[in-house]
């Protein structure tokens, strides 16, 4: 059974860091390009940052010089470090592994307060 579990959402001031994990299970994660994912109130689920097997890494221009994305194939596991994060950061983060098909997280909340 695949499994993509994130962690490390939360609240936290305009400026302030969060570092997310997405825990996968059920795959041969060193196959698979993952990536972010976010969606806010009322809005699509829009794309923030991918990085490739062979770690090759895509970023949202609204996040460039703020995310970095990086991934440990040994812990099968994705990482989404935010700096400066602004309130328009906040939205439901999605986890997904996409290899031949799409995996996907249920979310993790996080929330910046000015």
């Known amino acids: 059974q695949v499994q993509l579990v994130e962690s490390g959402g939360g609240l936290v001031q305009t400026g302030g860091s969060l570092r997310l994990s997405c825990a996968t299970s059920?795959?041969?994660?060193?196959?698979?390009?993952v990536g972010w994912y976010r969606q806010a109130p009322g809005k699509e689920r829009d794309l923030v940052a991918s990085?490739?097997?062979?770690?090759?890494?895509n970023y949202a221009d609204a996040v460039k010089g703020r995310f970095t994305i990086s991934r440990d194939n040994t812990n099968n596991t994705v990482f989404l470090q935010m700096n400066n994060l602004k309130v328009e950061d906040t939205a439901v983060y999605y986890c997904v592994a996409y290899f031949r098909t799409e995996h996907w997280g249920p979310g993790t909340q996080v929330t910046v307060a000015s």
């Open positions: 059920g795959i041969r994660f060193s196959d698979y390009n």
């Open positions: 990085i490739t097997t062979g770690a090759s890494t």
